[in-house]
């Protein structure tokens, strides 16, 4: 039996197979999708209606597909090492900082918010968890959390841009951030921590070494 889009897809209706393939790609290349984003809405609620149909086809290729229940998010996640993002190592510290300030603030919120930092928590944070000497410039800061701010993981209140010199700014804390650095308890977080402590320590000259 030879096998085609139309037998493999024959719970979804004729007229939205055509969007499977490209939905697939999206997981794969963009790595969530949003229930609260506009351009993902309509995507997001796709996948959750077939949810079975992407598990079996992200599988079929190698990769499982998760969902933040909670969070309304989508995450297609390489089961092997050849698929995975390789971030760079201020970028690796920089997620294990917002992964911390993210679990210090989300106690103190209600259930239905995300928590909010401040661009000088970001940077003091950073520069505790890393040492003074591997604080960052301007150019350098401005350009990290862009990149992490198109990965998803952190967000501009009220769609402004990001002001690194400003340290009242405000950053909204994706859910995704506890997708992309799954921490359970406070003993594992201190461990991830001094993980990167050693890690800063031997990669100092190697920008291009992330841990994550």
Excluded at 99 to 128: A, C, M, Q, W
Excluded at 147 to 172: W, Y
Aim: glycine content about 6%.
């Amino acid at each position: 039996m030879s096998f085609t889009p139309d037998n493999l897809l024959t719970d979804i209706p004729e007229k939205s197979r055509r969007d499977v393939p490209r939905i697939v790609n999206r997981l794969l290349g963009q790595t969530f999708l949003y229930q609260d984003v506009d351009t993902d809405k309509d995507d997001y609620y796709f996948v959750y209606r077939h949810r079975a149909i992407f598990d079996g086809l992200l599988a079929l290729a190698g990769f499982s597909l998760l969902h933040d229940d909670y969070h309304r998010i989508f995450q297609a996640v390489s089961d092997f090492s050849y698929c995975r993002a390789r971030y760079k190592l201020d970028e690796s510290l920089m997620i294990v900082v917002l992964r911390k300030l993210y679990e210090e603030k989300i106690e103190h919120l209600s259930l239905v918010n995300d928590p909010v930092v401040t661009i000088g928590e970001v940077r003091e944070e950073f520069r505790t968890i890393t040492g003074k000497e591997r604080d960052l410039g301007i150019i350098q800061y401005e350009a990290l959390l862009r990149r992490l701010r198109s990965i998803g993981l952190i967000d501009t209140l009220n769609g402004r841009s990001i002001d690194v010199r400003d340290s009242e700014s405000r950053l909204r804390l994706r859910g995704s951030v506890k997708l992309i650095l799954p921490i359970q308890s406070a003993d594992e977080l201190e461990a991830w921590l001094r993980k990167y402590r050693t890690g800063g320590d031997d990669s100092e000259n190697n920008e291009d070494e992330g841990i994550l």
